[in-house]
């Protein structure tokens, strides 16, 4: 036994498995003494036993959960037998598995698709939902006025076509945005012929301008156009009162062409012929001028056919000479833009003036033409009707009044002799010849003098024609057979109201012509010839009165004392009132 050699600790160690060893157990150990290591085992032996009696207390405490545990660990050996036996039944499946999974996968391969788009759709929502309300805004900022904000979407809309000209949708926007934009365009245009004014317009055009749908030629023609379609508007709804009163109308229209004509001419030099900033790219303005002119022009002969054609409705001298007037401080203040127009008036108004002359002279003496040929029994067994019964007043006609053959022997060219009186129908024809010199006064172009002296005269030659006939018809019936001179006391007078009517005739031909020539327009009736039929060549030129019949039918009743007609005394001493017509005369005056 002495000889047996004792284990050492590497050989003793040596046979433990080193998966066994605890690393800090052998730390431990090598730490130790000797005295200490011989003692370990003692020590470990009693950690030992103590250990077996604690593991066979828990064992007696504790056994029902060694029992469970055993169940269990039954049932899972139970457990993995089955398991394995289920794995592989699964592992057979498989390759039936996989196959139904291609044939699935292709089978909803389209499917699939579908459902990444409509993924990447409700992904990309809100920024599809901006583009597809691109043409929605636009209109709402059309409708709105919002001009600026419209453009800005379409040119947002040009960026995303020419980013992704290939996408539908994208397409499909702009085809939308371009009818959007049009309809904006329309509004633009229609909106120059609205009531605007300059900033508004210049807004409007400016906008057209940014569109790069017109060039400048073409929007300068559209803002004329415009503004003449608004004008042609205003026009047409006062055209109704045309018929209701000429006057009126006519002023309303020249009222309403001079502010729009004004206003059309200042926006479009303010707008189109203003020159822009120079910029070191800017081209030349095309030259806008000319259209402006032509513009102007066709309102401006608008105007005159528009005048032309009311105004022959116009027989109220003042109201002629009140449209004159409005019509010369138009065009004055229209100088300043250079257009003046005032010498294509006179033409107009001298018409209008001379047809209101001729017409008042006509209606007077077509009046006592009627008279006279009634007198004259132009219906056939009708006998002539005396003077004495209605050519003179009832209570003159024993004692006729005797006008002076004279009228200017120291009388103004506007008082008539209140003896014309006695004779009512010369002092109605007078009346009406005064009115017509009294609205002629209002409105007299000096060129008009010797046309109206000739129309004055061609009118009264007519009457004076037709009273001579009268005259000596009612002679003839009183005494057929015998000399005037030798006929009784009703012949003498009968004689004496025919001489006193004639005598009264020549009286008012020679006021009427004075009153025109030198109470109207303050010349001297010498000047236009009032000797009477070739006797001078302004005679001829101006027109006269004939008394070539008078005189003869006067020689042969013996009445030299009335001879030469065609003579007349000279003009009044002194200037006569310039522009101041005859007074009227009342024919019921006794």
Not at 355 to 381: C, H, I, P, T, Y
Not at 423 to 430: E, G, I, V
């Given at each position: 036994?002495?000889?047996?050699?004792?284990?050492?600790?590497?050989?003793?160690?040596?046979?433990?498995?080193?998966?066994?060893?605890?690393?800090?157990?052998?730390?431990?150990?090598?730490?130790?003494?000797?005295?200490?290591?011989?003692?370990?085992?003692?020590?470990?032996?009693?950690?030992?036993?103590?250990?077996?009696?604690?593991?066979?207390?828990?064992?007696?405490?504790?056994?029902?959960?060694?029992?469970?545990?055993?169940?269990?660990?039954?049932?899972?050996?139970?457990?993995?037998?089955?398991?394995?036996?289920?794995?592989?039944?699964?592992v057979d499946a498989v390759p039936a598995l996989e196959s139904q999974c291609s044939t699935?996968?292709?089978?909803?391969?389209?499917?699939?698709?579908?459902?990444?788009?409509?993924?990447?759709?409700?992904?990309?929502?809100?920024?599809?939902?901006?583009?597809?309300?691109?043409?929605?805004?636009?209109?709402?900022?059309?409708?709105?006025?919002?001009?600026?904000?419209?453009?800005?979407?379409?040119?947002?809309?040009?960026?995303?076509?020419?980013?992704?000209?290939?996408?539908?949708?994208?397409?499909?926007?702009?085809?939308?945005?371009?009818?959007?934009?049009?309809?904006?365009?329309?509004?633009?245009?229609?909106?120059?012929?609205?009531?605007?004014?300059?900033?508004?317009?210049?807004?409007?055009?400016?906008?057209?301008?940014?569109?790069?749908?017109?060039?400048?030629?073409?929007?300068?023609?559209?803002?004329?156009?415009?503004?003449?379609?608004?004008?042609?508007?205003?026009?047409?709804?006062?055209?109704?009162?045309?018929?209701?009163?000429?006057?009126?109308?006519?002023?309303?229209?020249?009222?309403?062409?001079?502010?729009?004509?004004?206003?059309?001419?200042?926006?479009?030099?303010?707008?189109?012929?203003?020159?822009?900033?120079?910029?070191?790219?800017?081209?030349?303005?095309?030259?806008?001028?000319?259209?402006?002119?032509?513009?102007?022009?066709?309102?401006?002969?608008?105007?005159?056919?528009?005048?032309?054609?009311?105004?022959?409705?116009?027989?109220?001298?003042p109201a002629l000479s009140s449209l004159l007037t409005q019509l010369s401080y138009c065009?004055?203040?229209?100088?300043?833009?250079?257009?003046?127009?005032?010498?294509?008036?006179?033409?107009?108004?001298?018409?209008?003036?001379?047809?209101?002359?001729?017409?008042?002279?006509?209606?007077?003496?077509?009046?006592?033409?009627?008279?006279?040929?009634?007198?004259?029994?132009?219906?056939?067994?009708?006998?002539?009707?005396?003077?004495?019964?209605?050519?003179?007043?009832?209570?003159?006609?024993?004692?006729?009044?005797?006008?002076?053959?004279?009228?200017?022997?120291?009388?103004?060219?506007?008082?008539?002799?209140?003896?014309?009186?006695?004779?009512?129908?010369?002092?109605?024809?007078?009346?009406?010849?005064?009115?017509?010199?009294?609205?002629?006064?209002?409105?007299?172009?000096?060129?008009?003098?010797?046309?109206?002296?000739?129309?004055?005269?061609?009118?009264?030659?007519?009457?004076?024609?037709?009273?001579?006939?009268?005259?000596?018809?009612?002679?003839?019936?009183?005494?057929?057979?015998?000399?005037?001179?030798?006929?009784?006391?009703?012949?003498?007078?009968?004689?004496?109201?025919?001489?006193?009517?004639?005598?009264?005739?020549?009286?008012?031909?020679?006021?009427?012509?004075?009153?025109?020539?030198?109470?109207?327009?303050?010349?001297?009736?010498?000047?236009?010839?009032?000797?009477?039929?070739?006797?001078?060549?302004?005679?001829?030129?101006?027109?006269?009165?004939?008394?070539?019949?008078?005189?003869?039918?006067?020689?042969?009743?013996?009445?030299?004392?009335?001879?030469?007609?065609?003579?007349?005394?000279?003009?009044?001493?002194?200037?006569?009132?310039r522009g101041r017509a005859p007074d009227g005369v009342d024919s019921n005056d006794q």
């Amino acid at each position: 036994m002495a000889t047996d050699v004792l284990p050492t600790l590497v050989d003793v160690l040596g046979d433990v498995p080193a998966s066994s060893t605890n690393p800090s157990y052998l730390s431990h150990l090598t730490s130790l003494s000797l005295p200490q290591i011989l003692q370990e085992p003692a020590t470990l032996a009693s950690e030992a036993s103590f250990l077996t009696s604690e593991l066979t207390n828990l064992c007696h405490s504790q056994y029902q959960t060694f029992l469970s545990l055993h169940t269990a660990s039954t049932a899972l050996s139970s457990s993995f037998s089955s398991f394995s036996s289920s794995l592989s039944a699964l592992v057979d499946a498989v390759p039936a598995l996989e196959s139904q999974c291609s044939t699935f996968a292709q089978e909803t391969r389209e499917l699939r698709e579908e459902r990444r788009k409509v993924t990447t759709v409700l992904e990309q929502h809100e920024k599809l939902l901006d583009i597809l309300e691109i043409p929605q805004l636009i209109d709402t900022c059309v409708k709105n006025g919002y001009y600026q904000e419209a453009l800005d979407l379409a040119n947002h809309t040009s960026s995303l076509v020419k980013r992704f000209p290939t996408i539908p949708i994208i397409r499909s926007v702009e085809v939308e945005v371009t009818n959007a934009i049009n309809q904006m365009h329309s509004q633009l245009l229609q909106l120059l012929q609205e009531p605007a004014k300059l900033p508004s317009l210049l807004k409007a055009v400016n906008f057209l301008r940014r569109m790069n749908v017109l060039d400048e030629e073409e929007l300068a023609l559209a803002f004329l156009t415009s503004r003449g379609a608004y004008m042609r508007a205003l026009f047409e709804a006062i055209e109704r009162e045309r018929t209701m009163d000429a006057a009126r109308f006519l002023k309303k229209w020249i009222e309403l062409w001079r502010e729009g004509v004004y206003d059309v001419v200042t926006q479009f030099t303010s707008i189109f012929l203003e020159p822009p900033p120079p910029t070191s790219h800017s081209s030349l303005p095309p030259d806008l001028r000319p259209f402006l002119t032509t513009f102007a022009n066709t309102l401006i002969h608008q105007l005159l056919a528009v005048i032309s054609r009311t105004i022959p409705q116009i027989t109220d001298s003042p109201a002629l000479s009140s449209l004159l007037t409005q019509l010369s401080y138009c065009s004055s203040s229209f100088a300043r833009i250079g257009l003046d127009f005032r010498a294509l008036l006179p033409p107009i108004f001298e018409k209008a003036a001379e047809d209101n002359f001729r017409k008042g002279v006509e209606d007077g003496n077509s009046a006592l033409q009627a008279s006279l040929e009634k007198a004259l029994g132009a219906k056939r067994g009708t006998q002539v009707r005396l003077p004495s019964t209605w050519m003179i007043q009832p209570d003159a006609a024993s004692d006729p009044p005797s006008l002076p053959l004279s009228t200017d022997a120291g009388t103004a060219a506007y008082v008539p002799s209140s003896m014309l009186t006695s004779y009512p129908p010369l002092a109605t024809l007078l009346n009406a010849i005064l009115t017509t010199l009294n609205s002629l006064r209002l409105l007299a172009p000096t060129s008009l003098l010797p046309s109206l002296l000739s129309l004055l005269d061609a009118s009264l030659n007519k009457t004076s024609s037709i009273l001579l006939t009268y005259l000596q018809q009612s002679l003839v019936r009183q005494r057929r057979s015998f000399d005037l001179n030798d006929s009784a006391e009703a012949d003498k007078r009968e004689k004496a109201v025919v001489l006193a009517v004639a005598r009264a005739w020549i009286y008012l031909v020679r006021f009427v012509r004075r009153g025109l020539v030198e109470g109207v327009y303050a010349r001297k009736l010498e000047e236009f010839g009032n000797k009477g039929v070739g006797r001078a060549s302004k005679a001829r030129e101006a027109g006269s009165l004939d008394w070539m019949p008078w005189e003869e039918w006067l020689k042969d009743l013996g009445e030299n004392d009335l001879l030469p007609l065609a003579e007349e005394a000279g003009p009044a001493e002194g200037e006569v009132e310039r522009g101041r017509a005859p007074d009227g005369v009342d024919s019921n005056d006794q």
